[in-house]
């Protein structure tokens, strides 16, 4: 990888580069955060190396986010929000860019640092949670009058779960890491759910749901949150925005939010769905995206969180059986840790669906 110094001096940043480390918690870009001195005030910036063999076109990617940012900003500032903290900004290269390729081919993008906020790994109250609900509503609110023709499909079949499930299929075949024999259980997990797969995908052919601009990818840590107030700011990892379903952003957020314990949890006891956590967070979104829901889409928040979750996990054990190619792993068994998180929260939603249901029609307008 390129110096951090040579590539930032590619931006138009303001004053001199006094600090750069690693940031965050993303399983796909590389996050730095630089720290400038400019004339005695300092500034913080994100930077980040975009991942070229998830996004294989960067141009279409950047393109996505620049529109949809250019998009959010416009709103938050007719709203009299703070266009620079409630949406990403970003900073340009010098020669007017919104990214810049390096010698050897990497491609960087950068970002205002937004100050004061956090993403969180883990729900630590209800009320941040149902804060996020919210802020995610209302996102998805926002974009209904986003021109969805004007984004490209950065990922395809990003949240086809047939899809997923071929793929999981294939690489089980292939088995390039040897890996198979020794993952049964979680395999006849996955193959005992094939159901599941369609489901969405079929509503959406269908026309029984609608699909919207959708984020694809609402986990906790990509929503910051302000330390002081709790409130949820601004939500960030824009690179997976695409037509989808409310469905994948509301499962998505229950998927990681819900749970007791970290993505990554050894110890599986302590991984437990938590049903007051998907109340908070139906309760925040639903009051978020107001009346534009419908009721069929009401009817499968409970199923899209269980899906979500199983294509989540689905997904790792795919990775684990390709060896470990395209989520960031710490240690050769990650991927399959993460699989069984998965799971079990998985095996305790299919037990409380009727709750999960009930708790949904509560709260919908
Ligand atoms: P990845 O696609 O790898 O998940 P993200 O865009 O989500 O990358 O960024 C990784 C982390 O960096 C986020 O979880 C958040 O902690 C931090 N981050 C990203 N953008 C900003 C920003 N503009 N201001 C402050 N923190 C940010
Ligand atoms: C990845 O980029 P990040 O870390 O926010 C992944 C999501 C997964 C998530 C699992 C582009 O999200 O789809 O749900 O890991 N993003 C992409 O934690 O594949
Ligand atoms: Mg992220």
Redesign the pocket.
Known sequence: MKNITDIASAFSFKGTLVNSEPYG?????DTFALTYDDGGRVKRYILQRM?KS??PDIDVLMENVAAVTEFLREKIDGRGGDSDRECLTLVRTKDGKSYYKDEIGDCWRAFLFIENTEAYQIVDSAEVFENAGRAFGVFIAGLADFDASKLGE??KN??NTRDRYAKFLNALKADKAGRAAGVAKEIEFVKNREAYCGKVVDMLAKGEIPLRVTH??T?L??ILIDKDTKKAICVI?L??IMPGSLLYDFG?AV??GCSTAA?DEKDLDKVHFDISLYEAFAKGFLSGIGASITDKEVENLAFGSIL?TY??GM??LTDYLDGDN???TAYPEHNLV?CRTQFRLVEEMEAKTGDMNLIARKYAK
């Open positions: 918690n993303g399983h796909i870009n991942n998830v996004f950065v990922i990003f949240h694809n990818d986990k840590n990509n990892d690179d997976t998505d998927r990681f993505e979500m294509e989540c997904r790792f395209y989520f960031k993460r």
